[in-house]
C-alpha cells in the first residue's frame, strides 16, 4: 500500500440491495457496490470497505473521516422488529398512542384498521402528577406510583423505557425524577420525551418518543458491533452517522437519539444532489432519486433542503425534524397493468430486484418500467444486465402484448410508450407535490436527477413542467454514498412555548435560544472549530386558531421588539408564498423556538474531469430509440469517455456504469468540469 498521500475520507450507504462506499483521497473518487447483506447489514459495510481499500490502495490507518448512512432503524420500523418498550405517562394517558389523532388510513373503507401501537396496552403505565400549559405543577409526582412503575417494569423485563407526561416540554423536573428512579431499579434504557421531541401535541411527542426507546437497543447493538470492526482494523476517524435532517451526528448520539435516522439514506442523497448543484452556482434544484421500486423527491432552496416535521414513516407520522421527502411507487420495476376500468395503470406494485423485470431473465412475467425502457431502445441489455442475467427481448415483447398491448388494443411499441408515459405522469404529480403545492414555480429550480433509473426519465419530466435544466452527476448511482462526504453535523434544538405572539416577552425567547447555544457548542466542541460552528435561530407561527404553522428564520442579534415585528413580517410572507394568501389584521401565535447549530464540514474536492477527446470520441454506436412515438436514428455515447467541456445535441443515449441518461430530440447538452451532464430542456 502507498503511504507518501494524503489522508482518505469514506461514506458508506446502506441500501436494501446494494451498500455502497466512496472514498476520496488526493481527489481521486473510488466507487464500489456490494450487495447489502439483510440481517446484518454491518457485514454488506465491511465486505464494501476492504473492496474499496484494495482498488484504491489506501491503509486503514489512513481514514480521516467515515460517514454512514444506514437503514437499520428504517428496517425495523416497517418490520416492527424493535425491542420490548414500555411507557409512563400522566394518569388519564395511557391510550393517547392508541387514540392518535383519528385520522382513518382510507376513509371510504369501513374495514380500515389503523397501525398497532408502538408499545402495547399492558407495558402502558400511569402515574399521577399533572402541569399546567406554562410547566407549574398543580399536582405533584406521586413516588409511590415511581416506585410502583419501577416494580412491575422489572417483572415485565422489558429493554427499553419512554416515558411522556403532560406538558414535559415546558417543565421537565417530573420526566428526570422518573428517569432518575427508573435507573436504578431496573436495566432497561429510558428516553424522556422533554429530550427526544420537547414539543406540543401528545400524540406525536408521545409517539416519537416511544418510536425511539424502542429503536435505541437496535442501534445500540448495530453501532456497537461496526464500531467495533472498524477500529479492530484500524480505522481511527470517528463514526459518524446521518441523520434524517441533513445532518451527521457522532455514533453515541446516534445511540441515544435512534429516531432521528429514519430518512438516513435518502436525506444523504438530497445532500449530495444539493452539493453538485451548488458546484455550479445552482442553489434552488429539484432533487429526483429513482431506483428499482421507488422514487424520492425533494426540494432545496438558497442551497438547503426544505425540512419538515410532518412526514411520515412507515405508518406513523414522526415530528422530528427530517428533509421532505416525498416518495411514490414508481421505479424501475414497477409493474404495469390494466385495470376493471381499461385503463393503464403503473405501480405501485414492483417486481423489486428477484425475479425483477422480465428482461432480467429471472422468472418474471409482468412488465415493468425498464422492460418499456429496453422495447424502445433506451437500454441495451448487454450494458446493463450483470453476465449472470440473459435478456429475451422475445420474453419482453411477449409480456406487453399479454398484459397491456392486447387488452388496449396497441401495438408493442405504442403500449412501451404508454407505460413510461403514465409512470412519468405519476412522477409529474409528484414532483408538483413539492414545487407548486407549496408556492414554489418549477420554472425557477433545475432538476437533480440520480439514482439508477432517475436519468432515464428526467428529460421528460422536466419538459413537461417547463424545467429548465436537468443535471446528472457522474455519480448518479452513489450519490448518497458521496453525499455523506460533504454533509455537515447537525444537531437540531426546539422547546414549544405556545402563547400569543403579542404576549411574548423577547428576553424569554432570547434565554431559550442562548441555552440551545450554549448546548450545541458543547457538542460541536472537538468535532469542528469555533469559526466552523453556525448556530441558526427560528421560531414557528401560525394565525391564531390554525392547527399548523411555518418555521420563520430571525434576524440577527439579540431578540427585542424590532426584531420580533421583524418576525412578523416574515411569517406573513412565508405564508402568502406557501398558501396564496395572508391576513396581516389576524393575530400571530409563537408555537415553538427552534435553533440549528451546525458544525461546517470541509467538502472534498475531486479531480476535474477529463477534457481529453472530443464528444464524436465518446461515440460507440447508433441505434434506434423511440421519443412520443416516434423512431429516431440516435447516437449512444459512453459516458466515461465524455470530456468536460464537450457538447453535442440530442437525441442521444448516454451510457454509463451506474445509470442511464436518456437526451430528447431537440435537447442541447453539455458536459461539466465536474463530470455532470447538463441537459437543456425545450418545451
Known amino acids: 500500500m502507498s503511504n507518501d498521500r494524503g489522508g482518505t475520507r469514506l461514506g458508506v450507504d446502506v441500501g436494501g440491495t446494494f451498500t455502497d462506499v466512496v472514498s476520496v483521497r488526493d481527489g481521486e473518487l473510488h466507487v464500489v457496490k456490494t450487495a447489502s447483506t439483510k440481517g446484518s447489514p454491518d457485514e454488506g459495510v465491511l465486505d464494501g470497505l476492504e473492496e474499496n481499500r484494495e482498488i484504491a490502495d489506501y491503509d486503514y490507518p489512513e481514514v480521516e473521516f467515515f460517514a454512514h448512512g444506514t437503514t437499520v432503524t428504517t428496517n425495523a420500523v416497517l418490520e416492527r422488529n424493535w425491542a420490548e418498550t414500555a411507557l409512563v405517562t400522566t394518569d388519564g394517558f395511557r391510550d393517547v398512542l392508541e387514540i392518535g389523532?383519528?385520522?382513518?388510513?382510507?376513509?371510504?373503507?369501513?374495514?380500515?384498521?389503523?397501525?398497532?401501537?408502538?408499545?402495547?396496552?399492558?407495558?402502558?403505565?400511569?402515574?399521577?402528577?399533572?402541569?399546567?400549559?406554562?410547566?407549574?405543577?398543580?399536582?405533584?409526582?406521586?413516588?409511590?406510583?415511581?416506585?410502583?412503575?419501577?416494580?412491575?417494569?422489572?417483572?415485565?423485563?422489558v429493554d427499553s423505557v419512554a416515558v411522556s407526561l403532560l406538558f414535559a416540554f415546558e417543565n421537565a423536573d417530573h420526566e428526570r425524577q422518573i428517569r432518575d428512579v427508573l435507573e436504578?431499579?431496573?436495566?432497561?434504557?429510558?428516553?424522556?420525551?422533554?429530550?427526544?421531541?420537547?414539543?406540543?401535541?401528545?400524540?406525536?411527542?408521545?409517539?416519537?418518543?416511544?418510536?425511539?426507546?424502542a429503536l435505541k437497543p437496535v442501534m445500540d447493538s448495530y453501532i456497537g458491533r461496526l464500531e467495533d470492526a472498524i477500529r479492530e482494523r484500524g480505522i481511527p476517524a470517528p463514526l459518524r452517522i446521518m441523520q434524517s435532517n441533513g445532518g451527521t451526528i457522532d455514533a453515541d448520539w446516534a445511540r441515544t437519539r435512534p429516531v432521528n435516522t429514519l430518512l438516513s439514506g435518502p436525506a444523504a442523497g438530497v445532500q449530495g444532489a444539493a452539493h453538485v448543484a451548488s458546484l455550479r452556482g445552482d442553489s434552488d434544484v429539484i432533487t429526483m432519486d429513482m431506483g428499482g421500486t421507488s422514487c424520492d423527491i425533494?426540494?432545496?432552496?438558497?442551497?438547503?433542503?426544505?425540512?419538515?416535521?410532518?412526514?411520515?414513516?412507515?405508518?406513523?407520522?414522526v415530528r422530528v425534524p427530517m428533509i421532505s421527502i416525498h416518495t411514490i411507487g414508481a421505479?424501475?420495476?414497477?409493474?404495469?397493468?390494466?385495470?376493471?376500468?381499461?385503463?393503464?395503470?403503473?405501480?405501485?406494485?414492483?417486481?423489486?430486484?428477484?425475479?425483477?423485470?422480465?428482461?432480467?431473465?429471472?422468472?418474471?412475467?409482468?412488465?415493468?418500467?425498464?422492460?418499456?425502457?429496453?422495447?424502445?431502445?433506451?437500454?441495451?441489455?448487454?450494458?446493463?444486465?450483470?453476465?449472470?442475467?440473459?435478456?429475451?427481448?422475445?420474453?419482453?415483447?411477449?409480456?406487453?402484448?399479454?398484459?397491456?398491448?392486447?387488452?388496449?388494443?396497441?401495438?408493442?411499441?405504442?403500449?412501451?410508450?404508454?407505460?413510461?408515459?403514465?409512470?412519468?405522469?405519476?412522477?409529474?404529480?409528484?414532483?408538483r407535490v413539492v414545487s407548486v403545492e407549496r408556492g414554489h414555480d418549477p420554472r425557477d429550480f433545475g432538476l437533480v436527477a440520480f439514482g439508477g433509473a432517475g436519468p432515464?426519465?428526467?428529460?421528460?419530466?422536466?419538459?413537461?413542467?417547463?424545467?429548465?435544466?436537468?443535471?446528472?452527476?457522474?455519480?448518479?448511482?452513489?450519490?448518497?454514498?458521496?453525499g455523506l462526504l460533504v454533509?455537515?453535523?447537525?444537531?437540531?434544538?426546539?422547546?414549544?412555548?405556545?402563547?400569543?405572539?403579542?404576549?411574548?416577552?423577547?428576553?424569554?425567547?432570547?434565554?431559550?435560544?442562548?441555552?440551545?447555544?450554549?448546548?450545541?457548542?458543547?457538542?460541536?466542541?472537538?468535532?469542528?472549530?469555533?469559526?466552523?460552528?453556525?448556530?441558526?435561530?427560528?421560531?414557528?407561527?401560525?394565525?391564531?386558531?390554525?392547527s399548523f404553522e411555518l418555521t420563520v428564520p430571525t434576524p440577527d442579534g439579540r431578540m427585542d421588539a424590532e426584531a420580533l415585528a421583524t418576525i412578523r413580517e416574515r411569517?406573513?410572507?412565508?405564508?402568502?408564498?406557501?398558501?396564496?394568501?395572508?391576513?396581516?389584521?389576524?393575530?400571530?401565535?409563537?408555537?415553538?423556538?427552534?435553533?440549528?447549530?451546525?458544525?461546517?464540514?470541509?467538502?472534498?474536492?475531486?479531480?476535474?474531469?477529463?477534457?481529453?477527446?472530443?464528444?464524436?470520441?465518446?461515440?460507440r454506436e447508433e441505434?434506434?430509440?423511440?421519443?412520443?412515438?416516434?423512431?429516431?436514428?440516435?447516437?449512444?455515447?459512453?459516458?466515461?469517455?465524455?470530456?468536460?467541456?464537450?457538447?453535442?445535441?440530442?437525441?442521444?443515449?448516454?451510457?454509463g456504469s451506474e445509470s442511464t441518461v436518456v437526451i430528447r430530440p431537440d435537447q442541447h447538452v453539455s458536459v461539466d468540469e465536474f463530470g455532470t451532464i447538463v441537459v437543456e430542456v425545450s418545451s
Open 101 to 157: 389523532r383519528q385520522a382513518r388510513p382510507d376513509i371510504y373503507d369501513f374495514e380500515a384498521t389503523k397501525p398497532e401501537p408502538v408499545v402495547p396496552r399492558d407495558r402502558r403505565f400511569e402515574v399521577r402528577e399533572r402541569l399546567d400549559g406554562r410547566g407549574n405543577v398543580r399536582t405533584p409526582l406521586s413516588t409511590d406510583d415511581v416506585q410502583e412503575v419501577a416494580a412491575d417494569l422489572a417483572a415485565a423485563n
Open 184 to 213: 436504578s431499579e431496573i436495566d432497561a434504557s429510558v428516553s424522556l420525551s422533554s429530550e427526544v421531541l420537547p414539543e406540543m401535541r401528545e400524540y406525536e411527542r408521545t409517539l416519537a418518543t416511544s418510536l425511539n426507546a
Open 298 to 317: 425533494s426540494l432545496v432552496q438558497n442551497g438547503e433542503p426544505i425540512i419538515s416535521t410532518e412526514l411520515e414513516v412507515g405508518d406513523y407520522p
Open 331 to 431: 421505479g424501475g420495476g414497477s409493474i404495469a397493468w390494466v385495470d376493471a376500468g381499461n385503463a393503464l395503470r403503473v405501480g405501485p406494485r414492483s417486481a423489486g430486484a428477484d425475479p425483477g423485470p422480465v428482461c432480467y431473465g429471472r422468472g418474471g412475467e409482468e412488465p415493468t418500467v425498464t422492460d418499456a425502457h429496453l422495447l424502445l431502445g433506451r437500454l441495451e441489455p448487454d450494458r446493463f444486465l450483470s453476465d449472470e442475467l440473459d435478456a429475451d427481448i422475445d420474453r419482453v415483447e411477449a409480456a406487453v402484448e399479454e398484459h397491456v398491448a392486447n387488452p388496449l388494443g396497441l401495438s408493442t411499441t405504442a403500449a412501451a410508450q404508454g407505460i413510461l408515459d403514465v409512470a412519468n405522469s405519476n412522477m409529474e404529480r409528484a414532483l
Open 456 to 482: 432515464l426519465h428526467a428529460t421528460a419530466l422536466a419538459r413537461e413542467l417547463d424545467i429548465p435544466r436537468v443535471f446528472v452527476p457522474r455519480t448518479a448511482g452513489v450519490l448518497s454514498a458521496l
Open 487 to 546: 454533509t455537515d453535523i447537525l444537531h437540531d434544538f426546539s422547546t414549544s412555548m405556545v402563547r400569543r405572539f403579542d404576549d411574548v416577552d423577547p428576553a424569554d425567547i432570547e434565554a431559550a435560544f442562548e441555552s440551545f447555544e450554549g448546548e450545541g457548542r458543547d457538542r460541536l466542541t472537538g468535532a469542528v472549530s469555533e469559526d466552523q460552528m453556525v448556530l441558526e435561530r427560528s421560531l414557528d407561527l401560525r394565525y391564531v386558531g390554525q
Open 571 to 619: 411569517f406573513h410572507d412565508a405564508h402568502e408564498q406557501r398558501y396564496g394568501h395572508s391576513s396581516k389584521d389576524e393575530p400571530v401565535e409563537l408555537v415553538t423556538v427552534r435553533l440549528r447549530a451546525r458544525g461546517v464540514v470541509d467538502a472534498p474536492t475531486l479531480s476535474p474531469a477529463t477534457t481529453e477527446g472530443a464528444p464524436t470520441d465518446a461515440i
Open 623 to 655: 441505434r434506434t430509440v423511440v421519443f412520443g412515438g416516434d423512431p429516431h436514428n440516435t447516437r449512444i455515447y459512453e459516458r466515461s469517455n465524455l470530456p468536460a467541456g464537450g457538447s453535442f445535441e440530442g437525441p442521444a443515449i448516454v451510457e
